[in-house]
């Protein structure tokens, strides 16, 4: 059996992710990346999406670019290199639910969720002022005219400066086809979703974990109507992070993240408009473990992947 390759030490580690990370087009720390991305129009949402190659002429000469076409398009995994902030975390396995809530009256919706902020490790501490010049760009280019409350990405500042929020929507309803494959009646063809079949149990919705008696019973209100998609978070080795331990390797981590960028323009009669942002993961990597101060609370149509290589990227499109 062949051995493991040799890990780089530290520091090329993360000259080695930098470079890999600007070479995508879309990291947020290099600010060509705005040549990189579109906002489309989806329904009652407008999608981030990755910019179409503008066609080329001999001599390397660009031809006109065509009308753009909203009607099929590539999501834009965009990333950055994140601490995730210990004082406002809430990816847990149940976001910490506590029973029917204004946020959350269904826990079949619930979301859980974290805030990130400037990581201090070389070279990515120098790139932070990009990355937060590049979301608010991101912002301002699909913001409402005349709207002025723009809410759901940025949050306050912390001791390390700007930070902003991200989720993972945590339930996805199945429809007649899965429902029909998981009551047997199916014709033998297996659901869309069967790639997730080769994951440990543990991250299946049957031994989905919970951490109070009111996440319990939404669990149980929901396992035969929905499936759960893990948060698609890596260690150090590449391995999915057990749900049971979110907590432990998370909080205070450093992370490569990837995420996609979403808007609503959302107003009502007599009530001031607003622009509202939700930023969703597509993949974190832990690159640095969170220091040993951090200590659990707990005891302890989207695909996942069981190990991830530590150079990989998301490189697959996700079409619309």
Request: glycine share 6%; hydrophobic share 35%.
């Amino acid at each position: 059996m062949p051995g493991k390759p040799a890990k780089p030490n530290t520091p090329t580690r993360f000259v080695q992710a930098h470079q890999r990370l600007v070479e995508t087009g879309l990291y947020l720390g290099d600010m060509s990346f705005q040549d990189s991305v579109r906002w489309v129009r989806n329904g009652c949402a407008d999608r981030l999406a990755i910019k179409p190659a503008e066609p080329q002429g001999g001599a390397g000469k660009r031809l006109p670019s065509p009308p753009p076409d909203d009607s099929s398009f590539d999501l834009a995994p965009i990333s950055a290199v994140v601490q995730i902030d210990s004082n406002d975390y809430w990816l847990t396995a149940d976001a910490n639910y506590r029973g029917p809530s204004e946020i959350w009256p269904d826990f079949a919706i619930i979301k859980p969720s974290c805030v990130v902020q400037m990581p201090d490790i070389t070279p990515f501490t120098a790139d932070w002022a990009n990355v937060m010049d590049n979301l608010r760009w991101l912002q301002d280019a699909i913001a409402t005219p005349k709207f002025t409350t723009k809410q759901g990405l940025f949050t306050t500042a912390g001791p390390c400066g700007p930070r902003f929020r991200l989720r993972h929507v945590l339930f996805e309803a199945l429809d007649a086809d899965d429902l029909a494959v998981r009551d047997g009646a199916g014709s033998g063809a297996q659901s869309d979703k069967d790639e997730t079949n080769d994951l440990d149990p543990i991250f299946s919705i049957e031994n989905w974990p919970t951490f109070s008696d009111a996440a319990r019973g939404g669990l149980d209100s929901i396992r035969q109507t929905h499936q759960v998609i893990p948060i698609p978070a890596y260690d150090l080795e590449g391995k999915l992070i057990d749900p049971r331990f979110y907590h432990h390797y998370l909080e205070g981590a450093v992370v490569e993240l990837h995420f996609n960028l979403s808007h609503w323009s959302i107003s009502r009669q007599g009530i001031p408009g607003k622009d509202v942002y939700t930023a969703d993961i597509v993949m974190m990597h832990v690159l640095v473990p969170p220091h040993a101060s951090v200590t659990p609370r707990t005891p302890l149509k989207r695909k996942v992947s069981a190990y991830i290589h530590p150079d990989s990227s998301p490189t697959k499109r996700l079409k619309v």
